[in-house]
């Protein structure tokens, strides 16, 4: 790929605003999902804003504008979609999110319900039986000894804990990887993993809508207490089951590729490994800190409701600026070292979970799998070794593994 | 400068300069205060930077939210009458000398 900064070249279509940098690097393409970091690298360094050309929209890879665009949602909203296409141009492929892809006050009222539904008391009442199931995990691999830590641990462990404390019944969750996948690649440009997605999403879809419904939902899941909330008149009946969608979108995948990376990161920084074992305390941060430094969710857009300026650049209304998360996480302007893993980091303000009104509603209950889990290693691995070529998963916003061979040893 | 005093359980006092602005919770993790958290970096969304403010500063801080008065259900360490998440507390002229007690845990 050519990540060559053009300055003063002219595309067909729009062309890069005066005075802002032109990249013409595709950040949904293979070669990027292979290696995001050096054209991470040059996005930051061509400046605080730049233009890619490939798809006419703005970009931001630097830590202080992505915090910056994050943190100004009725200047820089998401209404409009936080993909590439522009809601106020193109239809959604599906209804709109009304959490997601809404904007306050819209977006104060169905935030609040998510939020106590995924409260820090709700997350007290799960973590016990997270605990026992990530030892249960763990034993279990530590039988097998070598395996694949993408299916049978970074996605067996979340599918074992994740579909019941929701309420979804056992048939068809095998939809529910398949769905996320869908709904992450659809972020992204019509290119043809987006294109592929939609057209294969018709059964996902119909079984996703199905168990948005309270009566699929088993009484005392997250499910049936948003379902709740709508009999206590902070929503409406008609709102429940898109708000329950939302959590089954974004409740799975991202916490897949979340544990995958900390995994992926162990393996690689064995001192980081013997570190954590030696204070099993750290798991949370190291869980962390994985996600500062893979960034299962990559990027989001957003789109402006009006003319702004950002970073000494005119922007006019109703374009598309889009937030490189990861790039942000690494900003060594923000971060010492940042290329380096280190579960004993202060991890606080990375953007993985992204920032402000938006940042992951369900952060906490992410963050409770992934310490319970690293725990778990903590106490009973002694070695990860990778034992096989590790490949990648594409998909326009996350980041993550298809297959990373490894083998384990008691500790 | 302005500063905040965070006694920690052990009853060891430490004092950090705040800036005009700062929150108490960024004050705290620019000076490495280990007993705030702060994991969701100041977004009112863990409740784990809270604190226990000491009562002669309570009144002068600014009104709590619903987002922080339900988080502070959910904190780790047992809330009291003086409870804050100090990501939500806003240093400001007038708060030199804050006191902030810091609970036995966040998680």
Redesign the interface.
Known sequence: MSATSRTDSVTPERGAPAGVPSLDVDPFSTEFFEDPHAIHDILREAGPLVWLDKWNVYGVARYAEVHAVLNDPLTFCSSRGVGLSDFAKEKPWRPQSIILEADPPAHTRTRAVLSQVLSPTAMKGVREHFTAMAAAKVDELLARGSFDAVADLAEAYPLSVFPDAMGLKQEGRENLLPYASLVFNSFGPPNQLRQEAIERSAPHQAYVAAQCQRENLAPGGFGACVHARADAGDITPEEAPLLVRSLLSAGLDTTVNGIGAAVYCLARFPDQLARLRSDPTLARNAFEEAIRYESPVQTFFRTTTREVELAGHRIAEGEKVLMFLGAANRDPRRWDNPDHYDVTRRTSGHVGFGSGIHMCVGQLLARVEGEVMLAAIARKVASIEITGPVKRRYNNTLRGLESLPITISPA | MPSIIFIHPDGCRQNVEAGEGESAMQAA?RH?IGGI???????A???TCHVYVDEDWLARLPAMG??ED??L????AERQANSRLSCQIKFAAGLDGLVLSLPDRQ?
């Open positions: 993790t490495d958290l702060a994991e969701c970096g100041g977004n969304m863990c409740a619903d987002d339900a988080l259900d959910g904190a780790a998680l």
